[in-house]
Nanobody, 123 residues
Framework: QVQLVESGGGLVQAGGSLRLSCAASRRTISRYPMGWFRQAPGKEREFVAAISWSGATTLYADSVKGRFTISRDNAKNTVYLQMNSLKPEDTAVYYC????????????????WGQGTQVTVSS
């Protein structure tokens, strides 16, 4: 069982930056690909970014490409999401996911989710 805890969310003005963290406990995530997802009010949860277990390969949604960067530190059992040039439409609860699979260039979610961290971008 993997426990995931997200942090780093908050209120920021459009154009600003935030760095989210997802810290894992109870089990190492060093061999898992990891993903970030988000859910805005009234909308379904959507994919944001994913990273392979080694960190060598990353994948981004078109809406965040060039603005967000996913990274990981396996020694710290933590995954990060650096978010720059934030827009009001990035407002959502952000969740990290572990235990998924990487196939055909796509990330498929695993069973482990964090509780989420709220990101609010004001215009």
């Amino acid at each position: 069982q993997v426990q995931l805890v997200e942090s780093g969310g908050g209120l920021v003005q459009a154009g600003g930056s935030l760095r989210l963290s997802c810290a894992a406990s109870r089990r190492t995530i060093s061999r898992y690909p990891m993903g970030w997802f988000r859910q805005a009010p009234g909308k379904e949860r959507e994919f944001v970014a994913a990273i392979s277990w080694s960190g060598a390969t990353t994948l981004y949604a078109d809406s965040v490409k060039g603005r967000f960067t996913i990274s990981r530190d396996n020694a710290k059992n933590t995954v990060y999401l650096q978010m720059n040039s934030l827009k009001p439409e990035d407002t959502a609860v952000y969740y990290c996911n572990a235990g998924g699979t990487w196939s055909g260039g796509d990330y498929f979610t695993g069973d482990y989710w964090g509780q989420g961290t709220q990101v609010t971008v004001s215009s």
